[in-house]
């Protein structure tokens, strides 16, 4: 599985969440990251946020991985991120000067693309260059396990915290974080990241509903002090 294989969706529908959901608890169940949940479902109030969106790979029709963004911009009421509160202290003095900040966590690849893990983690990296197209962007956190710091060093964080458990998973994070706007060029000229530019989200490829909706959300976050409309989750369709 190479990465022109795969294909990249922002997942907006009952449907699209509900996939995605059901991944990341097959995929953080299986690690023993958290205990099983009845509904076969993970998620939490952050999904929710109106600066929150959840992006998906394919391979064909089948969904490979998945990943959430949680937008920290407060100039519009976008204030409520894991890492503002699992992290104040460290969040809140990083956060200082850069006014939109993008916190990506829940990564989950399929059990069944587990020999594909590295083109399918590229692909869901490159949701940030396209969320960087709609938002003003300064800067990036993530919460990361002990092992996986190596890994983001080379995209260009650091870490600005000491280990904290998550109530929700077994185990404990480091938050990281990177100026975007110092590493983007660095990051497109990479011989490796520079793939993670290659595969965006085709807006195109939505339905008419989901693209009103992206563009409801997303579609004039350039501009100062747009007016945003907050869609909540819901699985009644």
Not at 50 to 60: D, E, N
């Amino acid at each position: 599985m190479t990465l022109p294989q795969l294909t990249s969706q922002v997942c907006l529908t009952p449907r699209t969440l509900r996939d995605a959901f059901r991944l990341r608890h097959q995929s953080y169940l299986g690690k023993d990251y958290i205990e099983a949940h009845p509904e076969g479902l993970f998620f939490d109030e952050f999904d929710a946020m109106p600066g929150s969106v959840t992006f998906a790979v394919f391979a064909g029709a089948e969904i490979a991985g998945s990943i959430r963004a949680c937008i920290h911009w407060p100039a519009i009421g976008w204030d409520e991120i894991p890492a503002a509160r699992k992290y104040p202290e460290e969040f809140g003095a990083w956060a200082v000067n850069r006014p939109v900040i993008i916190e990506y966590s829940r990564l989950a690849v399929s059990p069944h693309f587990t020999a594909a893990a590295w083109s399918v983690e590229l692909a869901l990296f490159g949701t940030l260059p396209f969320l960087a197209s709609h938002v003003p962007l300064a800067g990036c956190v993530c919460a990361v396990r002990a092992h996986h710091v190596p890994f983001y060093r080379r995209l260009g964080y650091e870490r600005i915290s000491g280990f904290v458990k998550d109530p929700r998973l077994n185990f404990e994070s480091t938050l990281m974080a990177m100026d975007w706007l110092e590493q983007e060029e660095r990051l497109r000229t990479h011989r490796v990241f520079s793939q993670c530019f290659a595969v965006q989200p085709e807006l195109e490829a939505l339905d008419p509903h989901s693209r009103l909706m992206f563009s409801r959300r997303f579609g004039h976050l350039k501009a100062a002090n747009p007016a945003v409309s907050s869609d909540s989750i819901s699985f009644s369709k």
